[in-house]
C-alpha cells in the first residue's frame, strides 16, 4: 500500500531521501533482478538495507512492496523506470535513484554524489563512456521537467537537466570503486562482475 513505512522511519521534508527501482521485466536476465541472491539475502531487500543504513531512507517503487519500507506502486511493466519516476512526488531536497540492478552498491556512493553535486541539477557517474541515470543523485526541482518529457527513455529526462558528470577517477578519489555503481543486465555480465569480488550468487 503507498505510503507503507517501519514504523520509526518518517522521511517527509527531511534532507535526502531514496527510490529504489524493483518493477523491471528482467527480460534479459530472465528472471526478476529484484530476487538475486547476494551473500544470502535478495538484491533488492539489499540495497533496500544499504540505503536505510546510510541515511538515505528508500520508498520502493515497484510492483510488489518491501516489508517495512515507503512503496508507491508501479503498474505500467511497459514503461520503464521513467514512468515510475514520474509518478512519484519526492519529498525532500535531495532524491538518490537506484535500479535493482546493482549488486555491488554501496552507500559511499550515494555520499559521493552529494559532494560533487554543487549547484547542478543532478549528479550522475560515467562508467565506459556511459552516464548511470538510475544509480544517481538528483534534487527534488529535477522532477519538475520530468512532468515534461514525453518520452519513456530516461536520458531525455537527464538531458533537460544541468548534470556534473561525475567520471571513475573521480569516484575513486572519493573512495567509490566504480563496480559500485554498475547495474547488470543479463546473467553473464552478473557472473562477470561478481567475480571481479570473488562474490556467488546463492
Not at 526478476?32 to 551473500?39: L, Q, R
Not at 518529457?149 to 530516461?154: E, G, L, N, Q
Amino acid at each position: 500500500m503507498e505510503g507503507q513505512v517501519g514504523a520509526h522511519y518518517d522521511i517527509d521534508h527531511v534532507d535526502q531521501s531514496s527510490v529504489l527501482l524493483t518493477g523491471g521485466a528482467s527480460r534479459r536476465m530472465g528472471f526478476d533482478k529484484a530476487s538475486i541472491s547476494i551473500a544470502g539475502e535478495p538484491l533488492a531487500a539489499r540495497l533496500a538495507r544499504i540505503l536505510r543504513e546510510s541515511r538515505w531512507e528508500p520508498t520502493i517503487l515497484g510492483r510488489t512492496p518491501l516489508d517495512g519500507y515507503r512503496f508507491h506502486p508501479d503498474n505500467e511493466v511497459e514503461g520503464g523506470p521513467l514512468a515510475a519516476l514520474r509518478a512519484f512526488s519526492p519529498t525532500s531536497h535531495f532524491v538518490f535513484v537506484l535500479s535493482c540492478d546493482v549488486p555491488l552498491f554501496d552507500g559511499a556512493v550515494a555520499r559521493a554524489l552529494k559532494s560533487c553535486l554543487g549547484e547542478k541539477g543532478a549528479a550522475i557517474p560515467i562508467l565506459d563512456g556511459r552516464l548511470q541515470p538510475l544509480c544517481g543523485l538528483y534534487r527534488r526541482e529535477a522532477w519538475v521537467p520530468l512532468r515534461d518529457v514525453d518520452s519513456p527513455r530516461i536520458m531525455d529526462w537527464v538531458q533537460a537537466l544541468d548534470v556534473e558528470v561525475v567520471t571513475e577517477t573521480v569516484l575513486i578519489r572519493l573512495g567509490v570503486q566504480p563496480g559500485w555503481c554498475k547495474g547488470v543486465n543479463t546473467p553473464s555480465e552478473l557472473k562477470t562482475l561478481l567475480e571481479s569480488v570473488k562474490w556467488a550468487v546463492e
